[in-house]
């Protein structure tokens, strides 16, 4: 899952099969079986945003997409299922975003909004309630999208700076003030101007709407919002993700939003809130936190802290983000989702296994799988119940 104007994570700056199982025997700047940090030959993935049981890329303007296929998610409109990136249907140049939901995934296509994959709630937009294994195009949105984002069974996108959702929408995650699903887009209650991003989440959507986050559908805390309301301690926000029940966000209380590395200010900082149980946080402890708390590890030899986080992404109860170039994960870890080679869980920024450095972005799928651009390759890591997977990086073949 996953948002952007350019179809990355939440990051600071601009605007997701593994390949065979592992022992986790690899150690720091090596991968199993997939190659070693920086010895494979520069690729061309651009993006990537991992759903359930399936991820998609986005390489020279063209989907690829592996894992399951059967209800459609690869959009090739074979069914069958595949370890290796195979190409969408339809969509072989001038694609700009991607994003995967659970069992869906929508493009950016010259502004349009192209989906595929399940459909029994409504998420592909196009009016129907039925699955399609190859693009349908969103029609009602026009060719003026900016941003689009796949969440659990519903899908979010901006036309220009307002908001608008459509599928499932039993906790209100559509943000219409109703709980009816919604097979069309629909307007987000209170976010018809001034949102620069949106990130649909598990059962819940969260934006950056006039430089704080509003979040609504089933919140963090546990309550259901059907409209957008404020996120406490926000100000300064400008980009958010937001997964299964944890939440997290990119700050500048001092104004600089955006410009990311040296050019941060003193203010720039990540925060999340939520359900803490296997630290998904990332503050080091394990109590739950309806308000942000800063990631940092205070510990950390290589000095992760919270400011120079550039990149986050929330899951079901797991986070990872890119500080300096460098991949890392914590919270629950019971299928190796944080890429240590280990399943212990880890409650503090923990460094991915080989993605010391080049790394450009980063996502956090919905069934312990996780994966990484480096030098425009993809990585993926993850037990789960994934056919395949590994408890470090391997290189998934996209092209």
Same mark, same amino acid.
């Given at each position: 899952m996953g948002a952007g104007a350019a179809g990355a994570p939440s990051q600071r700056g601009a605007g997701e099969s593994g390949t065979g199982s592992s022992s986790g025997g690899a150690t720091d700047g090596g991968k199993a079986d997939g190659g070693v940090a920086g010895s494979e030959p520069e690729g061309a993935v651009d993006a990537v945003s991992v759903g359930y049981w399936h991820a998609c890329a986005l390489v020279r303007g063209s989907v690829r997409c592996w894992g399951d296929n059967r209800v459609g998610q690869l959009g090739d409109g074979s069914g069958m299922n595949s370890d290796v990136g195979v190409p969408v249907r339809g969509l072989a140049s001038a694609v700009t975003a991607i994003s995967a939901g659970y069992y869906h995934t929508c493009a950016l296509v010259g502004g349009e909004v192209w989906c595929w994959g399940l459909n029994a709630y409504g998420q592909l937009g196009d009016g129907s309630m039925d699955d399609s294994p190859v693009p349908v195009r969103v029609e009602m949105?026009?060719?003026?999208?900016?941003?689009?984002?796949?969440?659990?069974?519903?899908?979010?996108?901006?036309?220009?700076?307002?908001?608008?959702c459509w599928g499932h929408n039993e906790f209100g995650q559509v943000g219409d003030d109703s709980s009816d699903d919604r097979s069309s887009p629909t307007a987000v209650r209170?976010?018809?101007?001034?949102v620069t991003m949106i990130e649909a989440g598990e059962y819940q959507t969260c934006a950056v709407r006039n430089g704080t986050v509003a979040c609504?559908?089933?919140?963090? %805390?546990?309550?259901?919002?059907?409209?957008?309301?404020?996120?406490?301690?926000?100000? $300064?926000?400008? !980009?958010? #993700?937001? @997964? &299964?029940?944890?939440?997290?966000?990119?700050?500048?209380?001092?104004?600089?939003?955006?410009?990311g590395g040296a050019g941060a200010s003193d203010g720039a900082h990540a925060a999340c809130w939520g359900a803490n149980y296997y630290g998904a946080l990332g503050n080091g402890k394990t109590e739950d936190s309806a308000t942000p708390v800063d990631v940092t590890d205070p510990n950390a030899s290589d000095g992760v802290s919270s400011a120079s986080i550039d990149q986050i992404s929330a899951g079901p109860e797991i986070t990872c983000a890119i500080a300096r170039?460098?991949?890392?994960?914590?919270?629950?870890?019971?299928?190796?989702?944080?890429?240590?080679?280990? %399943?212990?869980?880890?409650?503090?920024?923990?460094?991915?296994?080989?993605?010391?450095? $080049?790394?450009? !972005?980063? #996502?956090? @799928? &919905?069934?312990?799988?996780?994966?990484?651009?480096?030098?425009?390759?993809?990585?993926?890591?993850?037990?789960?119940s994934w056919p395949t997977g590994s408890t470090v990086p391997e290189r998934v073949t996209v092209e």
């Open positions: 949105l026009g060719s003026s999208v900016t941003a689009i984002s796949g969440g659990g069974n519903h899908t979010c996108a901006l036309v220009d700076d307002a908001a608008y209170g976010a018809s101007s001034g609504w559908g089933q919140e963090v %805390t546990g309550q259901h919002d059907l409209v957008p309301l404020e996120v406490p301690s926000t100000r $300064g926000a400008y !980009a958010v #993700s937001t @997964g &299964g029940d944890v939440a997290c966000a990119l700050l500048d209380t001092e104004g600089a939003a955006g410009m170039g460098a991949g890392y994960c914590w919270g629950f870890n019971l299928w190796s989702s944080v890429g240590d080679g280990t %399943t212990v869980d880890r409650h503090v920024p923990t460094p991915v296994l080989g993605l010391s450095s $080049g790394v450009t !972005a980063i #996502s956090v @799928g &919905g069934e312990a799988r996780n994966c990484a651009i480096e030098r425009g390759n993809v990585y993926c890591w993850g037990t789960g």
